[in-house]
């Protein structure tokens, strides 16, 4: 399998690119537009077919390089059936399988960070774009956030997957760049809470800034990256 982990130094975010081979189809997990050179370029070294760009949400820090790849490479563009993106190509929703050549990502609706929320599992390891971070888990506090919501992805479904599982989240703002299930239900400090009400209290409790770019990248991202705030 091909797989490459790329950083944006902005937004601290995570781009996946995934392919079962050279030559092959390839795949990537939440493009990042200013990055969209350096992907195809990626891309052709490898001599892979780009066939799918994916977002796990509607992200709030950086704007989306969906509809810019569609454009360079005819790729189809994909998002979890609750969002409230606009031109996406596919919908995807719990359950299903995203194919490209022989991966197969089995997708998990896991709402909290946003309703939109979506983690893709791939043999080993787990795609857990903004609901479980490396020592931390998404903000609740916007974009239709719930922390009670947040706590059953995670209690209910990322925390029990195996405990070797991988966890590739889309940030990490502190040099981290994997971390396992087993280590973040032992070393998680968010995750160390009685229950969900502990949960949701120290969710609400937390005071953050508003992502510098969140004015700008929320309504283009509605629009695929395409179109700049109005
Ligand atoms: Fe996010």
């Not at 052709?44 to 066939?51: A, C, N, P, Q, S």
């Not at 919908?91 to 979506?118: A, I, K, M, N």
């Not at 931390?136 to 919501?149: I, M, S």
């Not at 706590?151 to 590739?168: C, I, N, Q, R």
Request: charged letters at 25%; hydrophobic letters at 40%; aromatic letters at 8%.
């Amino acid at each position: 399998m091909i797989f490459r982990q790329l950083f944006d130094h902005t937004s601290s975010t995570y781009t996946y690119l995934l392919a079962e081979r050279a030559g092959g189809e390839a795949l990537l997990i939440d493009p990042v537009l200013e990055n969209t050179d350096r992907y195809v370029k990626l891309i052709e070294e490898f001599d892979l077919r780009l066939v799918l760009a994916v977002d796990t949400h509607i992200h709030a820090d950086h704007v989306t390089a969906l509809g810019a790849l569609r454009a360079r490479t005819e790729c189809r563009t994909a998002m979890g059936d609750k969002t409230h993106a606009e031109g996406v190509s596919v919908h995807f929703r719990e359950g299903e399988r995203l194919r490209v050549d022989g991966l197969h990502l089995d997708v998990l609706y896991t709402p909290g960070h946003t309703d939109d929320s979506y983690s893709f599992l791939l043999r080993d390891r787990v795609f857990t774009g903004d609901t479980l971070l490396i020592r931390g888990t998404g903000r609740t506090d916007f974009q239709n956030g719930d922390p009670a919501a947040q706590y059953d992805s995670l209690f209910g479904k990322l925390l029990k997957l195996p405990e070797a599982t991988l966890v590739y989240p889309a940030h990490d703002y502190n040099g981290m760049t994997v971390s396992t299930i087993g280590e973040e239900r032992r070393w998680n400090p968010r995750l160390q809470v009685k229950g969900r009400q502990a949960y949701v209290d120290l969710m609400n409790g937390l005071k953050l800034a508003n992502p510098r770019l969140m004015d700008v990248a929320v309504p283009a991202n509605r629009a695929c990256g395409l179109k700049a705030a109005a």
